[in-house]
């Protein structure tokens, strides 16, 4: 049931957070995610340095909602030291990112700052 004026999840955003201690495993992690989903979600760019609203450095998984239990279980069973941000796209970033998203492992404070103007 969706409650009166919340927006559809339309897809699924997750982040995978690390530095330069945990580049190499990230990387990786990486690798071992293209190779078990293949074509079932979109990976972004490496960024070796905070982007958007992420604190650490991160890269992108993009998702149906389709594949969401599949994708996020698998996540949750095999993403080790590193922390991961997810958090659906309704049309509201401010509210995607601050209110109904989910961590993996260890929760950071995000750059919010964005999204207010």
């Known amino acids: 049931m969706t409650l009166p004026n919340t927006p559809a999840i339309q897809t699924w955003h997750a982040h995978v957070y690390f530095d330069a201690t945990s580049r190499d495993a990230a990387w990786q992690f990486r690798e071992e ?4 989903f293949g074509d ?3 990976l972004g ?3 070796e340095k905070p982007v958007g609203p ?3 450095w991160s ?3 993009a998702f149906e909602r389709a594949q969401f239990a599949d994708i996020v279980e698998w996540l949750t ?8 941000f997810l958090h659906p796209n309704t049309g509201d970033p401010l509210r995607d990112h601050r209110d109904a998203a989910v ?5 950071h404070k995000l750059v ?4 207010m103007a």
């Open 77 to 84: 069973l095999n993403h080790g030291s590193l922390d991961v």
């Open 54 to 56: 992420h604190p650490k």
């Open 40 to 42: 079932a979600l979109q």
């Open 45 to 47: 760019r490496f960024h």
């Open 103 to 107: 961590w993996i492992g260890h929760s």
């Open 33 to 36: 995610i293209a190779k078990h």
């Open 59 to 61: 890269y992108q998984l």
């Open 112 to 115: 919010l700052d964005s999204f």
